[in-house]
């Protein structure tokens, strides 16, 4: 293997004639978390599906842990689709040990590690009840533990933290971080842009089924200049022909990008101009103004009605 736990070049499906996806590139770096973020229909399921092998690409070439048919490593692979769903009187721990014999691992195994696994994460109350007396959180928890009781190399989630509340989230987020830890890659897809940026090195940004960057959060951060907001002490004077084209004022506030000569030739105009320099502040843009940029505000806006819905 190139270390790599995915690579992906110009996958490409339609469905009845229709493109879902449109030349996808991807490569995922083995123990990295990886993510996959664009709004609803952007085309993230059909992209994970393809990696998967579950659906065949109509073009393109896939590799899943150095496999050319992804099948074929399935057994070191754990996937937790979008559509959730366990047998409703089966227990929390013979669910775990169920999913995990789905994968290839011994039953006896998967029940012990599904019992330790509930109880190490503060369910063990569960360990023998059937999933219908679980909340729907603590049910998406008990798939996600069958998802990866046979220890895969990589883990694939669709969507992970929809449906979870903010306590759930915090735990996945922690378990992710472990499993990455411990060396497993990690890939998910999402529509909210904040948990990517928390846990993701690399992310793929998608939007009408092309992807429209890959890379670091930090490359794609880099993307935009770091923006600076000043207040000055003097609203008006010379000194004002020193501010960078594009400045914009609001509620008292100069807004501009921070030039690329840096900020003390600025600051020395505006000084020896008489402006007095009340409040300074350089922020770097974050994934969500990188995303706007990349993807535009259509996107974003989408997006965002998405994760608030
Ligand atoms: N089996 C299918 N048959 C027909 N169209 C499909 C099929 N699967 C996906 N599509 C279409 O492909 C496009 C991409 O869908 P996909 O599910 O991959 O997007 P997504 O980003 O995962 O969004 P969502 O989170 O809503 O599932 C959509 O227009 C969808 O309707």
């Given at each position: 293997?190139?270390?790599?736990?995915?690579?992906?070049?110009?996958?490409?499906?339609?469905?009845?004639?229709?493109?879902?996806?449109?030349?996808?590139?991807?490569?995922?770096?083995?123990?990295?978390?990886?993510?996959?973020?664009?709004?609803?229909?952007?085309?993230?399921?059909?992209?994970?599906?393809?990696?998967?092998?579950i659906?065949?690409?109509?073009?393109?070439?896939?590799?899943?842990?150095?496999?050319?048919?992804?099948?074929?490593?399935?057994?070191?692979?754990?996937?937790?689709?979008?559509?959730?769903g366990?047998?409703?009187?089966?227990?929390?721990?013979?669910?775990?040990?169920?999913?995990?014999?789905?994968?290839?691992?011994?039953?006896?195994?998967?029940?012990?590690?599904?019992?330790?696994?509930?109880?190490?994460?503060?369910l063990?109350?569960?360990?023998?009840?059937?999933?219908?007396?679980?909340?729907?959180?603590?049910?998406?928890?008990?798939?996600?533990?069958?998802?990866?009781?046979h220890?895969?190399?990589?883990?694939?989630?669709?969507?992970?933290?929809?449906?979870?509340?903010?306590?759930?989230?915090?735990?996945?987020?922690?378990?992710?971080?472990?499993?990455?830890?411990?060396?497993t890659?990690?890939?998910?897809?999402?529509?909210?842009?904040?948990?990517?940026?928390?846990?993701?090195?690399?992310?793929?940004?998608?939007?009408?089924?092309?992807?429209?960057?890959?890379?670091?959060?930090?490359?794609?951060?880099?993307?935009?200049?770091?923006?600076?907001?000043?207040?000055?002490?003097?609203?008006?004077?010379?000194?004002?022909t020193?501010?960078?084209?594009?400045?914009?004022?609001?509620?008292?506030?100069?807004?501009?990008?921070?030039?690329?000569?840096?900020?003390?030739?600025?600051?020395?105009?505006?000084?020896?101009?008489?402006?007095?320099?009340e409040?300074?502040?350089?922020?770097?843009?974050?994934?969500?103004?990188?995303?706007?940029?990349?993807?535009?505000?259509?996107?974003?806006?989408?997006?965002?009605?998405?994760?608030?819905?």
């Amino acid at each position: 293997m190139n270390g790599l736990a995915i690579e992906a070049k110009g996958l490409f499906k339609a469905f009845d004639g229709k493109t879902a996806v449109d030349g996808v590139d991807i490569a995922v770096p083995q123990g990295s978390i990886y993510g996959i973020l664009g709004p609803n229909g952007a085309g993230k399921t059909t992209t994970l599906r393809m990696l998967l092998g579950i659906i065949d690409p109509d073009a393109g070439e896939r590799s899943l842990l150095g496999h050319s048919e992804p099948l074929e490593a399935a057994g070191r692979v754990g996937y937790l689709p979008e559509e959730r769903g366990l047998y409703p009187s089966m227990t929390a721990r013979e669910s775990i040990a169920f999913m995990g014999a789905l994968r290839g691992l011994p039953l006896s195994i998967g029940r012990t590690r599904g019992a330790g696994l509930l109880r190490d994460n503060g369910l063990g109350d569960y360990v023998d009840k059937p999933i219908k007396s679980l909340s729907k959180g603590m049910a998406q928890t008990v798939q996600l533990f069958g998802t990866i009781v046979h220890k895969p190399g990589l883990i694939v989630l669709d969507e992970p933290f929809s449906g979870l509340d903010a306590i759930n989230q915090g735990r996945l987020e922690t378990l992710i971080r472990e499993q990455a830890a411990s060396g497993t890659t990690v890939i998910f897809s999402t529509h909210v842009i904040a948990h990517a940026e928390r846990l993701c090195e690399r992310v793929a940004i998608i939007a009408g089924g092309r992807i429209r960057f890959e890379g670091t959060v930090a490359d794609a951060r880099d993307r935009l200049r770091p923006q600076v907001r000043l207040r000055t002490r003097v609203a008006d004077g010379g000194w004002r022909t020193a501010l960078p084209a594009g400045t914009t004022r609001d509620d008292g506030i100069w807004q501009f990008e921070l030039p690329s000569s840096g900020i003390e030739p600025l600051l020395k105009a505006l000084i020896d101009g008489g402006a007095g320099i009340e409040e300074l502040s350089i922020e770097r843009p974050g994934l969500h103004d990188a995303f706007v940029a990349i993807a535009g505000e259509a996107a974003a806006r989408q997006m965002q009605e998405q994760a608030t819905r």
